[in-house]
């Protein structure tokens, strides 16, 4: 596993039980380089991942890797389980379709609300978004559609845009991770990339005619057609694993 550029961020304010400041900025930078790593699959689903391990990877001590990865496993990317230890998340089918299912409604919601409230100033941020995308080299191949965190991903930009705190604490903090993982992961096949971004500018189109109705409709119908496209994939990798193993 190679280290990813960090992103660094500075920490919240400190009581005397939490770690140091240089411990907070250290464990901010590993958090971000090993969500990184595992939303783009360089950590596999159902990895087992130990601290010596980690520590070993990265060149850092133990107290900043196991605030970064108490910080992964609040946001669901990896998980305890028992007589096992730390693993990276693996949904199964049922779980990851519940997931998109729950992506949907609360999407299409944040699509309607966006607008009925995005101002002039954050769909042209959304539009600018779009034009960086349109230059990356994955999706001018076809290969795939990467979208980094927070202010480069397109749906996270539509979410703030809902003005809606509940949602925004739903799909930009409580459930982000773990919905970037899966629509990174299994997001590109065939047309899907290219798909997906003309999809994404007729949602932006009707965000800025103030179509609530269609701007709804558009979302709904794009994350369905995400669901499908996932599903799909993450059946053909599960039959490729049992061939495998056989």
């Given at each position: 596993m190679t280290s990813l550029a960090s992103h660094l961020s500075l920490p919240p304010a400190h009581t005397a039980e939490d770690p140091s400041p240089e411990v907070r900025t250290l464990a901010e930078r590993v958090f971000h380089q090993l969500q990184d790593a595992i939303v783009r699959g360089e950590i596999a689903p159902g990895s087992k991942i130990t601290e010596p391990g980690l520590s070993k990877t990265y060149g850092i001590s133990?107290?900043?890797?196991?605030?970064?990865?108490?910080?992964?496993?609040a946001h669901r990317l990896i998980e305890r389980v028992p007589h096992v230890g730390a693993r990276v998340v693996q949904l199964s089918m049922r779980e990851l379709l519940e997931l998109f299912d729950l992506r949907e409604a609360l999407e299409s919601m944040a699509a309607r609300l966006a607008a009925e409230h995005m101002t002039a100033d954050e769909i042209?941020?959304?539009?600018?978004v779009l034009a960086v995308h349109e230059g990356q080299d994955d999706l001018k191949s076809g290969e795939a559609y990467y979208q980094r965190e927070g202010d480069l991903d397109f749906h996270y930009r539509i979410v703030l845009g809902s003005h809606n705190k509940m949602l925004m604490n739903l799909l930009c903090d409580d459930l982000y991770y773990l919905v970037r993982l899966y629509?990174?992961?299994?997001?590109?096949?065939?047309s899907r990339p290219h798909r997906a971004f003309v999809e994404h500018h007729r949602i932006v189109d009707a965000i800025e005619a103030g179509d609530a109705e269609l701007a709804e409709l558009l979302m709904r119908r794009h994350v369905s057609a995400s669901r499908e496209n996932v599903a799909d994939r993450y059946a053909a990798a599960l039959e490729q694993k049992e061939e495998t193993k056989g």
């Open positions: 133990r107290g900043p890797l196991r605030e970064a990865m108490r910080r992964l496993e042209a941020g959304l539009r600018n629509r990174t992961q299994f997001s590109a096949s065939g």
